[in-house]
């Protein structure tokens, strides 16, 4: 049997997030474990400048405070996985909202033979189309032509965690960008359909946007240089590295 825990990823401030929360997974009779997230903006300038630099990354959007705090967030969770020998961890933000089907994704996820390192259980907004797709249970374990981005629901598995410690220390993207970034660091990513974990529009998390002036990425310095090249990178290595794992896969 498959040794599992559920994280809830929360700000110390955010008491009635987690309240809500906590009676979602008590009333689909599933404990989790809080992990108390990283507020980047309580993080002094020169703490993140050491994280971080905006030159020296290849990710043309600056990072705000609070998209720091949400990467230093995920990484301690990773950290959480391989302390407590875990085959995998079901990782949520505070916004999330589950569906009737949640306990039977997590069964799945647990009943899995393929090998994998990540898997998306949720996506707002659904835009990403699956390409590839492996039945199991009641649920479909797909690839997709692009990762989706946004992290308020995902599975890692052990293996998982530590390929993403790799790069444990400098930050060069947000942490779901970096994800969609999957073939630098080998990543196994699908995602396990139809989805059983949404996300509440109404109360979007505070983890990695908690200040007016953080809440978009829209807002943020740009190169315009930075962006072109890394879009056509992108584009290129997505597609090329996407049908080498088709072939994989098939």
């Known amino acids: 049997m498959k040794k599992w825990k559920i994280f809830v990823i929360n700000l110390a401030e955010s008491k009635d997030r987690l309240g809500a929360c906590a009676q979602q997974l008590d009333d689909a009779g599933l404990d989790f474990e809080r992990i108390e997230a990283v507020n980047g903006l309580s993080m002094s300038?020169?703490?993140?400048?050491?994280?971080?630099?905006?030159?020296?990354?290849?990710?043309?959007?600056?990072?705000?405070?609070?998209e720091i705090g949400c990467c230093l967030s995920h990484q301690q969770v990773w950290k959480k996985i391989i302390e407590d020998e875990l085959d995998f961890a079901v990782v949520l933000e505070d916004d999330f909202v589950l569906q009737d089907s949640a306990s039977d994704a997590i069964q799945t996820l647990a009943e899995l033979d393929t090998s994998w390192d990540i898997i998306k259980l949720g996506e707002t907004p659904i835009k990403r189309r699956a390409i590839?797709?492996?039945?199991?249970?009641?649920?479909?374990?797909?690839?997709?032509?692009?990762?989706?981005a946004g992290t308020y629901a995902q599975a890692i598995s052990a293996e998982g965690a530590k390929k993403l410690l790799v790069y444990d220390g400098f930050i060069q993207r947000p942490i779901d960008i970096d994800i969609q970034y999957w073939w630098e660091r080998d990543l196994k990513v699908f995602g396990l359909l139809p989805y059983s974990i949404l996300v509440d529009r109404q109360k979007l998390s505070d983890i990695g946007k908690n200040s007016s002036q953080d809440d978009a990425r829209s807002q943020a310095k740009k190169s315009f240089w930075k962006q072109l090249t890394s879009r056509l990178y992108f584009l290129f290595k997505n597609k090329k590295e996407r049908?080498?794992?088709?072939?994989?896969?098939?």
Do not use: C, M, W
Request: hydrophobic share 30%; charged share 25%.
């Open 132 to 148: 590839h797709q492996i039945p199991k249970n009641d649920f479909s374990l797909v690839t997709y032509n692009k990762v989706p």
């Open 243 to 250: 049908a080498k794992r088709l072939n994989q896969l098939d």
């Open 45 to 66: 300038a020169e703490t993140l400048s050491q994280l971080y630099q905006f030159a020296e990354s290849d990710y043309y959007k600056e990072l705000s405070p609070g």
